[in-house]
């Protein structure tokens, strides 16, 4: 299944549509606090917030795809606000 991912600025404006999650975190890394990845498929949930995370998304793009990928796959945890 083909995944996308918004990417919306910190007052919820919409900033890009990315295939790759890679994309979505060099994106948002350039961004304030408060931006944020959702999930196209999963109903726009947030899988990232940045300034809330544990670094910000330019320290680490791997950090933030491991993040998302986990989140994507355990919605529980995605809730929970954790990994």
């Not at 947030?46 to 910000?56: D, P, R, Y």
Request: aromatic fraction near 10%; glycine fraction near 10%; hydrophobic fraction near 45%.
């Amino acid at each position: 299944m083909l995944k996308q991912f918004f990417v919306f600025g910190s007052q919820g404006d919409w900033i890009a549509t990315t295939r790759w999650v890679e994309e979505a975190a060099l994106v948002v890394g350039s961004l304030e606090a408060g931006s944020t990845i959702r999930s196209a498929q999963e109903h726009g949930a947030i899988l990232w917030t940045e300034g809330s995370e544990g670094q910000v998304a330019a320290e680490s793009y791997d950090y933030v795809c491991e993040i998302v990928e986990a989140r994507l796959a355990n919605p529980r945890a995605r809730l929970a606000g954790g990994a």
